[in-house]
């Protein structure tokens, strides 16, 4: 009965956000409202206990939101410029295979966008791009979608992974490891799939060799930066990894190419800018001591004591999250924006009026996914004290038991599918499957591993982003043709995580 109970809030969302296609804002805070009644009527919990539960929540929602709301406001400064458009019409001059652009488009730059947007922007940039080269619809639809998904946990500069720490607690060098490795897996065969969608069994035989390079090189850049501490542009820097390789390759799948124009060098150059400057920026800040210490002596923290159910269930006296206020992955973000602004802005890409388009399409594309976000980490953090994480977490342990590792990444997708979002995947179940890793003495790190990445990849087939999909590439009232292609593509990739999963555990 109690598990029962423990498990409503996530049974309400799942059901107001499936069944009924409530937005996560409102789904969220049902969710929360659902957990704080089990949690004081079923649960035992009483005003001291959810007042330090609200106050953790505080500190773990400012911590996320900060990535999120800076993450996006950089893009909108780049997206207003048109420095997005330069990029995405200069990649077609490399290549006119359609495999090859297939992959160098749907894949490579899709991951790219993933690693400094995210937010849908990788379908809605990139869907109407390939419809334009002559790719069906379907395919137009399908290859950026699937192709995005392996960058999806360590793009939008961190978030999503970033929501991880918060809500477990655990910091980037105990988790980095594991979960670039799983994506990066993951990644070759998201390029695989891609050029399954683009030609069928032929295509993936033909370009086998650019996949591999491609996905050895983005992987193999995004898991260099997560272990370096560089985790919130770690699929930026793998993406760039892929897209500096995609020279030599495009040369030698070039197809018969078509006469595109001169590409202007200097634009492409300053297109790409304010990226350039997100990089300079975040290395130094990472790597040069004076400026890491100057800027992390501020921060906000508060201590908590020990605090206890009526039922007896304790949490112990612990700090809240630590937020280094000027080093914070969100204020690095911000600035990146700030000079990327001046850059473009020297440049004399911006119309009359920028700044505030700019700052009302960031508010307006972040607000009802940061109530979603608030409401969920409450809800999280909650069911977390009341013991209700505890419930879920023995039970799960008894019931699943040794298969538990493959049933793992399961769980992430069922979060992403139901909330559109790895990040408030890794919310609501991140201490669940931490808690019920420890319970089966099996390794964190390797769980929270196939808990994100199963996130990511199951993210992509959550139905606010088909119907994203449908409507930026032509396919707008055949949802239904699109999520059975990306069942089947989502659902062999979330079986691989399993299965890395399995092997992770059984060897370590």
């Known amino acids: 009965m109690n598990f029962l109970l423990a498990f409503t809030p996530i049974a309400i969302i799942l059901a107001l956000m499936v069944g009924l296609r409530w937005g996560a804002s409102r789904a969220g805070a049902a969710g929360y409202l659902s957990a704080l009644i089990i949690a004081i009527f079923a649960f035992g919990s009483g005003a001291q206990l959810l007042a330090v539960a609200h106050a953790k929540a505080l500190l773990l929602t400012i911590d996320v939101l900060l990535v999120i709301w800076a993450a996006f406001l950089l893009f909108r400064i780049v997206d207003e410029a048109g420095a997005i458009k330069i990029i995405g019409q200069a990649l077609p001059h490399l290549t006119a295979d359609r495999g090859m652009q297939a992959l160098l488009i749907g894949w490579v730059f899709a991951s790219f966008l993933q690693g400094v947007g995210g937010f849908g922007v990788p379908v809605a940039v990139i869907a109407p791009i390939l419809v334009g080269l002559g790719f069906p619809p379907l395919s137009a639809v399908v290859i950026p979608s699937v192709g995005h998904s392996w960058a999806v946990t360590f793009g939008s500069l961190g978030s999503s992974f970033n929501a991880m720490m918060a809500a477990t607690g655990l910091d980037w060098p105990f988790l980095a490891g594991d979960a670039a490795l799983f994506l990066g897996i993951a990644g070759i065969g998201v390029g695989f799939l891609v050029a399954h969608a683009a030609g069928g069994m032929a295509s993936v035989r033909r370009l086998a060799l650019p996949v591999l390079v491609f996905g050895i090189f983005m992987g193999t850049g995004q898991y260099l930066a997560a272990t370096a501490g560089l985790w919130n542009i770690g699929s930026f820097l793998g993406s760039l990894a892929g897209l500096l390789v995609a020279w030599p390759l495009a040369r030698r799948f070039h197809g018969e190419q078509e006469n595109n124009g001169e590409l202007d060098m200097r634009t492409v150059g300053i297109a790409i800018s304010g990226y350039i400057a997100l990089i300079a920026i975040t290395l130094g800040i990472q790597l040069i001591p004076a400026i890491r210490n100057a800027l992390g002596g501020l921060r906000l923290h508060l201590d908590f004591g020990a605090v206890s159910t009526s039922l007896g269930f304790t949490t112990p006296a612990e700090g809240g999250r630590d937020i280094p206020i000027f080093r914070h992955a969100g204020m690095i973000l911000l600035y990146a924006s700030i000079c990327a602004f001046l850059i473009y802005k020297r440049a004399g890409w911006y119309r009359p009026g920028a ?154």
């Open 355 to 508: 700044v505030k388009t700019i700052i009302g399409g960031t508010i307006k594309k972040v607000m009802s996914s940061s109530v979603g976000i608030a409401s969920m980490v409450a809800m999280a953090v909650v069911m977390q004290h009341a013991g209700m994480t505890e419930t879920l977490a023995n039970g799960l342990a008894e019931g699943v038991g040794a298969a538990f590792p493959a049933v793992a990444p399961w769980i992430g997708a069922l979060g992403a599918f139901m909330t559109g979002s790895n990040t408030n995947s890794n919310v609501v179940f991140a201490a669940l499957q931490m808690r019920t890793a420890e319970l089966l003495g099996l390794s964190v790190a390797i769980i929270l591993a196939a808990q994100t990445s199963g996130a990511a990849l199951g993210s992509v087939i959550a139905p606010t982003k088909i119907v994203v999909g449908a409507s930026t590439g032509g396919m707008a009232g055949r949802e239904g043709e699109i999520m059975r292609k990306m069942l089947v593509y989502t659902g062999l990739l979330i079986t691989l995580m399993s299965l890395l999963a399995v092997i992770g555990i059984a060897a370590f």
